[in-house]
């Protein structure tokens, strides 16, 4: 749902060209911008509790009633494309030396490790990796430490792979970070969206893709960026849903890491199950 919703507000600018329309046609462009959000007709938006329709009406206010020329094409008016590296510091994982196995380990270590396999198999939220560093390996080797809510990205072999960290982690060099500021004008829900339907053949020249896209490409992945009031009630009303995907992820977890240890113990007797 949280994608849909970004891919009609941020992608395709449904609300701005509803407005559009509705002003070539002598028609109310705040009423045809609520239709476009709220999927509803005009019969169903009278019925609306006043409060709900309030709330509608403000958010599709937020939206420009006009387009304008980009260097990357048509952008509704007062939006801006930027760099990544000029929202967010964006970092690159390591990789201590392979035969030196002593700064691995595949049980609880000090560090969750991810790799893209690990992003494979995420979710939206990455909350385990199938193997650890130590926190030698880590300060040794300067393995950059990301925080909790940040943004990942595969950009090595397999490009595109997207999640957001669930506490902090560390990563390979295959995967880049992308830490945003307080005070930055995107949320992580915005960005984790952004990458997921951004299309990255766009970033080099070559018949490969995965020799065009590199750390350099990575920093400069243009994004669009909205006015700040209209992202922050995109985010407030993706927020939940990403809460709810990050708690379901969590139990099924749970529930997997429960099976794995009870079930031996049941098929060997060491538990018995009650008649």
């Known amino acids: 749902m949280a994608q849909a919703i970004f891919k009609s507000w941020f992608v395709d600018f449904d609300p701005v060209k509803a407005k559009i329309a509705a002003i070539e046609q002598g028609k109310d462009p705040l009423r045809a911008a609520m239709r476009a959000i709220s999927g509803k007709t005009d019969a169903e938006l009278a019925h609306m509790p006043r409060g709900h329709h309030d709330q509608l009406a403000a958010t599709a206010a937020l939206f420009p009633d006009a387009m304008e020329e980009s260097e990357l094409g048509e952008i509704p008016k007062g939006w801006v494309f930027q760099a990544a590296d000029l929202l967010a510091e964006v970092g690159i994982g390591k990789t201590p030396p392979r035969k030196e196995p002593q700064w691995f380990s595949e049980g609880e270590g000090d560090w969750r490790w991810v790799s893209i396999k690990d992003m494979g198999t995420s979710g939206v939220f990455q909350q385990r990796s199938s193997e650890f ?86 920093r400069e992945i243009p994004i669009i960026v909205a006015n700040s009031d209209l992202i922050g009630c995109f985010t407030k009303s993706v927020i939940p849903i990403f809460e709810e995907v990050r708690n379901r992820q969590y139990e099924i977890a749970t529930l997997g890491a429960t099976q794995g240890t009870l079930l031996p113990k049941l098929l060997s007797g060491e538990v018995e199950v009650p008649a």
């Open 133 to 218: 560093l130590t926190s030698e390996a880590v300060s040794r080797f300067n393995v950059r430490v990301v925080p909790n809510r940040t943004v990942l990205l595969s950009f090595k072999l397999t490009i595109g792979r997207v999640a957001i960290t669930d506490g902090p982690m560390v990563t390979n060099e295959a995967i880049a970070h992308f830490k945003l500021p307080d005070d930055s004008a995107i949320s992580s829900e915005y960005l984790y969206l952004y990458l997921r339907s951004f299309d990255y053949s766009n970033l080099g020249s070559t018949s490969s893709i995965a020799d065009a896209v590199n750390s350099k490409t990575i």
